[in-house]
């Protein structure tokens, strides 16, 4: 997470509107009832605030959603938050499938397969 926070992407997403674009703040608020940004999925992530991935992936999910509501959907941080969702979700399959292939090795050891 803290990767993709980094990139040029992630950048825009890296912490609360009201953070990054004061400005906006206002705006943002009346539009997004539940914002998210990679800063405070991280902090949930390091207290163990998620009871599945499924909810993570559910904020990741509104991450973009925010910004096709605040921003419309051809607008390029849309597009940007487009990216960042696709790349986080992509790593977490990624992982899933290290841990399928992980289980599966272990698997045919103990089984003798």
């Known amino acids: 997470m ?8 992630g950048q825009s997403f890296k912490a609360p509107v009201q953070q990054l674009w004061p400005e906006c703040a206002g705006a943002y ?3 997004v009832p539940n914002p998210i940004d990679l800063g405070t999925i991280q902090l949930k992530v390091k207290n163990n605030i998620y009871l599945s ?3 993570f992936k559910a904020d990741v999910d509104l991450l973009y959603q925010n910004s096709v509501d605040f921003n419309g959907v051809e607008h390029i941080i ?5 990216e960042v969702r696709d ?5 977490l399959d990624d992982m899933e499938e290290g841990k399928s292939s992980m289980v599966l090795r272990a698997s045919a050891r103990v089984t003798g397969a």
Do not use: E, G, P
Not at 2 to 9: E, F, G, L, V
Not at 87 to 91: K, M, P, T, V
């Open 87 to 91: 790349a986080i979700l992509s790593a």
């Open 78 to 82: 849309t597009s940007t938050a487009l």
């Open 29 to 31: 608020a009346a539009k």
């Open 53 to 55: 991935v499924d909810d």
């Open 2 to 9: 803290n990767h993709i926070r980094q990139t040029t992407a």
